[in-house]
């Protein structure tokens, strides 16, 4: 009987129909989390970058830039916050690809190869809920436009004006009726869309993505008209320069600048860890690569630009700079225009929502008990926790609360993305014996009771200082390290771990590569 239990084809490994077979009956095991065949990645450089640019092109993220002008950041500044913070962020996300499109394995596997079988559940949670979090702001961004699209129909049903009080953190928040309405309705569709599957990802973004484009363009130039009527011209938008007032309430230019540049990093932190989910399907690791470098970068700095002169022109036009841009819905007249406009960004949140937002919770509450959870279970329970207990209209409700949502939650991720890179290129050497991750207790990736201590430890090392300062911690080394979180937990992730990793905290984890080659058929 052959003892392979993965063949290599190209550079790529699969299991084989005998270990797929074995492993059918494990507990650890479904389909949904089951690696990829080579022939499954299918995935060119051109499906991969339409896929992050449906990603990209979204609301919240004209609201990086929008954000930092309503503190008092100029233009290009903020434009060139956002554009460094995503480049810094494409790192991880590229490292952690290679191990999806190599062996065809999914975040939660990811999560069992460092972190241990029952270890993988942390960051597979943790992942989840700040997913949850981000499904209930774009769900509050596309229900906006719905009540835009109702409004068209129903006179004032949307308008700001008719208003309601929302629990929120520190007492009730009053929102646009409308708006709430409208994100009822929105969150119910993206959970139907997820539901349905992967497959209903592509069609809507290859739709929902151009027709965004266009909106934005239409967004360009109803700010460029109304800066214009206050007097500006296209350029001098732009050539704004810092609110020194705005910034100094805001607590200085570093903390502003710096906190923005973390945020703006943190905004793909989800994504750090659990590209895998995606980078599976890719054909090649030259696909998954530039797909990626093609389809991230460029976008979200396209996005800065016009969020940034969105804001700033309508900060010179009323006084305030407005943070989200489908507050500009109540300011047109021509409902078909709205009705176009709003259809669009519609169809685009859907794309990034259910992409970048649904997919990885639904997988990581699959991994808590994958006999018992599916995929499909999952996209429920991702929908309730959104719906039910995050609160968008806290979240998204200003620039500073936008910050503080993303730096908070990067700060925890940050060192899982370092501690999954640490493990796989430099203690793993990039060998994995993907069978073993569905044996459990009987498989080399239990750890020390299914929990791997080392990245546990890691972990928490690296989050727990500048996290202290979001309950009241103060001092000017909590308020230095706070202010670069996401490169201060990422990096002392990265260190803690290996040197932890090099105490024998690993157990017989790492494969070497006469064993590799021993369980590995060459096609």
Not at 111 to 137: K, M, Y
Not at 389 to 413: E, K, R
Request: proline share 3%; with cysteine; hydrophobic share 50%.
């Amino acid at each position: 009987m052959s003892t392979y239990t993965q063949v290599e084809k190209s550079g790529l490994f699969e299991l084989t129909d005998a270990a797929r077979a074995e492993l059918v009956s494990s507990k650890y095991y479904n389909e949904d989390l089951a690696p990829t065949s080579v022939s499954q990645r299918n995935w060119t450089t051109y499906n991969i970058t339409m896929l992050w640019v449906g990603m990209a092109i979204c609301i919240p993220s004209l609201s990086l830039a929008s954000g930092l002008i309503g503190m008092g950041v100029s233009p290009w500044l903020s434009v060139l916050n956002v554009a460094l913070g995503n480049i810094i962020v494409l790192i991880p996300i590229q490292l952690n690809s290679q191990i999806g499109t190599k062996y065809g394995i999914p975040f939660p596997l990811f999560a069992r190869l460092t972190f241990g079988t029952r270890g993988a559940q942390l960051p597979a949670i943790l992942r989840a809920i700040t997913a949850c979090g981000w499904t209930s702001v774009q769900a509050w961004v596309g229900g906006g436009a719905v009540a835009a699209i109702i409004g068209c129909f129903a006179g004032k049903f949307a308008d700001a004006g008719w208003t309601i009080g929302l629990p929120s953190w520190g007492g009730i928040q009053t929102v646009a009726a409308g708006q709430f309405i409208g994100y009822i309705i929105f969150i119910l569709f993206i959970g139907w869309v997820a539901y349905t599957g992967m497959d209903q990802i592509k069609w809507i973004q290859n739709i929902g993505g151009p027709i965004l484009i266009v909106v934005m363009i239409a967004l360009l130039i109803w700010s460029a008209s109304v800066a214009g009527d206050a007097g500006y011209g296209f350029m001098e938008v732009m050539q704004q320069g810092n609110d020194t007032e705005l910034i100094n309430a805001s607590g200085g230019m570093w903390n502003v600048y710096m906190g923005g540049l973390m945020g703006n990093i943190a905004f793909w932190a989800t994504m750090a860890l659990n590209i895998p989910d995606f980078s599976r399907y890719a054909r090649s690791q030259k696909d998954q690569f530039r797909g990626q470098l093609y389809g991230m970068p460029l976008p979200m700095a396209i996005c800065a630009f016009i969020g940034a002169y969105f804001a700033q022109a309508t900060k010179l036009a009323y006084g305030e700079a407005m943070f989200d841009p489908t507050a500009v819905f109540y300011h047109l007249e021509n409902k078909i225009i709205v009705f176009i406009a709003a259809l669009g960004v519609v169809m685009a949140t859907v794309t990034t929502c259910v992409a970048a937002n649904v997919v990885a919770p639904a997988n990581g509450f699959s991994n808590i008990a994958p006999k018992k959870i599916s995929y499909k279970i999952g996209v429920v329970i991702t929908i309730l926790i959104a719906f039910f207990i995050l609160q968008a209209w806290w979240i998204y409700g200003s620039g500073g609360a936008y910050f503080t949502w993303m730096n908070a939650y990067g700060t925890i991720l940050a060192p899982i993305a370092a501690i999954f890179i640490a493990d796989y290129f430099v203690c793993k050497q990039k060998r994995a014996d993907i069978a073993n991750l569905f044996k459990g207790e009987n498989g080399r990736y239990w750890y020390s009771n299914g929990i791997n201590w080392a990245a546990i430890i890691a972990w928490f090392v690296a989050f727990i200082f500048p996290l202290l300062t979001y309950f009241g911690v103060s001092g000017s080394f909590f308020t230095f390290i706070n202010s670069i979180n996401y490169i201060w937990s990422f990096l002392l992730g990265f260190i803690v771990y290996i040197i932890l990793m090099k105490t024998g905290m690993a157990g017989n984890s790492f494969v070497t590569e006469e064993e590799h080659e021993q369980f590995t058929d060459r096609a």
